[in-house]
């Protein structure tokens, strides 16, 4: 043990008269202390947890980064790009990649159950049917979706299910939502899709989370990627159909149904590509017809166009009784052929034909290459500060790729996309700068302060300790491990009381927040050990250091005055 700490420890422990002068000042420094690192703790804690909450959950609705069409300026209406296992297996190789995963966006609109409410006019009973509409956006995710943030804001029911060998129309929605529409998990709400010929589709509700993130429950809804893709058009839908009526001989009518594309179909019906949509057909044999529907832009051959993938689909004919009758339906009404369907969904039906024939046929429609088409994929990182250097790796891994689908690829990162609240975010830092300036300043004056005061009412002692041969920096370094005391005193109970505060609201949720403002529903803390440590640390470092400067008044005392003053 110093000397100086010696001589310190006594004085700061004694009780002399002239302590009770300087009794009042050394509180108010102390004081300044403690508020200062409480409010330096608090201010941390907030913005940390504040910045960390916004950014899980932004990222939690999307992604760190995302692989989408280049020229799409945005994720909810993009063109789709072809699904890729080679890309996908050259981005898992990427070190810090978490996971890759498809998705794609198709806005709806989804509708309330009616609501009756009966009232009189004028004695007579009438009533009102009310429907609420809700204007959201569904994100088709797929069996490679990492569910854990939706996990952890469940508030009821479960994930849908989508890894199934059929989708299933499950759909997970907040409560934000749940509570406009009134509906509870289990059931089912209308969902109408814009199309060409808009969709009405019914979906199940199996879950309703709630983020707190506003701007997102609002229009995020989650299903099954399988079902966006079909819905979007995206490639090919093949089948072949019978008409409802005969030609002007009697003969069945065979004709192409397309769906998705650009619109411009070409069929091969088994001599290449051509414009003819159908045909006119009496079957004689059992036979089975083969399509394969595509769309092209100005050549049939579709050579140089980028094309959609082809489609193909099936009918099968099986003829029965008197094969080589005329096919002139026994069964005409309204001018429509009567079919005798064969099972439930109406794939199978057979028709009579006159002089005892009978035709069945059997839909076997194409699956749809819509499957291969994606919205694009989401990349999750381990490490968010390492973003932008992941991204390079990523627009290289996407240009020495062995298709030509690298330069229709672009790659967007969660900060490009949400540009808005990550700028807010980083005002935040400069905020809690400002703010930990400033207090470690007001308590640095006052500490100041109080070192002078210290020092004015120890003159005699510190004439004395010249008498006896102490030098300037030795009296100078017993008055600043004074002030340490004071200091590492007030910065203990400062930490105690914030750390507090912040681990009340923490668990109790003391303070609440309006999510459609602040995007939280309540003040979010996060204690970290390490930025604490060094708050500490460089509040003690930096009021020791800047306290040299008053303590300079003890070089101007002199033994002699000293010793005399009273």
């Given at each position: ?321 008197n094969k080589y009758l005329s096919c002139y339906p026994s069964k005409i009404e309204m001018g429509e052929i009567q079919r005798n369907y064969l099972n439930e969904s109406g794939t199978k039906f057979s028709i009579d034909i006159k002089g005892g024939k009978t035709i069945t046929f059997e839909y076997i429609d194409g699956e749809g290459s819509h499957m291969k088409y ?193």
């Open positions: 043990m110093s000397k100086e700490y010696f001589i310190a420890r006594k004085i700061y422990k004694g009780n002399s008269e002239d302590k009770k002068v300087s009794q009042p000042i050394i509180r108010i420094s102390k004081v300044s202390i403690v508020l200062a690192m409480i409010i330096n703790i608090i201010t941390i804690a907030v913005v940390t947890g504040f910045q960390n909450q916004v950014k899980d959950k932004v990222t939690g609705f999307g992604s760190h980064a995302t692989i989408m069409k280049a020229g799409e300026s945005s994720t909810f209406e993009s063109s789709p790009i072809l699904y890729s296992d080679s890309l996908v297996e050259k981005v898992k190789s990427i070190s810090n990649i978490k996971a890759i995963q498809k998705f794609a966006y198709k806005p709806a609109l989804l509708q309330s159950e009616p609501d009756t409410n009966w009232y009189k006019v004028k004695s007579i009973d009438t009533f009102q049917v009310q429907q609420e509409i809700h204007g959201v956006v569904v994100k088709g995710v797929g069996a490679d979706f990492n569910w854990n943030f939706f996990k952890k804001h469940l508030k009821s029911g479960r994930i849908p299910n989508v890894k199934d060998e059929e989708p299933k129309s499950e759909i997970i929605i907040s409560s934000r939502i749940a509570r406009d529409l009134k509906l509870e998990v289990g059931e089912k709400v209308s969902t109408f899709f814009v199309k060409s010929t808009p969709v009405k589709l019914k979906y199940e509700v199996v879950g309703i989370f709630e983020t707190g993130l506003e701007e997102f429950d609002r229009q995020i809804v989650l299903g099954d990627i399988r079902s966006v893709q079909k819905l979007n058009d995206w490639g090919i839908q093949s089948s072949i159909r019978v008409a409802d009526t005969v030609s002007k001989y009697g003969n069945l009518v065979i004709y192409a149904d397309a769906r998705g594309g650009n619109g411009n179909y070409r069929y091969d019906w088994g001599e290449g590509y051509e414009n003819s949509k159908g045909f006119v057909y009496c079957p004689r044999k059992d036979t089975t017809i083969r399509l394969i529907t595509s769309d092209y832009w100005m050549f049939i051959d579709g050579k140089g166009e980028n094309n959609a993938i082809p489609d193909t689909s099936y009918l099968k004919i099986s003829v029965s009784g994606i919205g694009g994929y989401e990349i999750l990182v381990d490490d968010f500060q390492s973003l932008n250097k992941i991204t390079d790796k990523l627009k290289r891994a996407i240009y020495f790729q062995d298709n030509d689908n690298r330069a229709e690829l672009r790659v967007r990162t969660i900060i490009e996309d949400e540009g808005e609240i990550f700028l807010w975010l980083d005002f935040l830092d400069l905020n809690v700068i400002i703010i930990l300036v400033l207090m470690i300043l007001v308590s640095t004056i006052n500490m100041g302060s109080g070192l002078l005061v210290l020092i004015i009412t120890k003159t005699q002692l510190i004439g004395l300790l010249k008498a006896v041969g102490a030098t300037n920096w030795t009296i100078r370094k017993i008055f600043l491990h004074q002030a340490i005391f004071i200091i590492v005193k007030g910065m203990i109970i400062g930490n105690i009381i914030g750390i507090g505060i912040c681990l009340l609201q923490k668990y109790f949720t003391l303070i609440p927040l309006n999510p459609e403002v602040y995007y939280l529903n309540a003040v979010p803390i996060e204690l970290n050990f390490w930025y604490i440590l060094f708050l500490n640390l460089g509040t003690l470092a930096l009021c020791t250091a800047v306290l040299i400067i008053p303590s300079y008044v003890v070089t101007k005392i002199s033994p002699i005055k000293a010793l005399k003053f009273d």
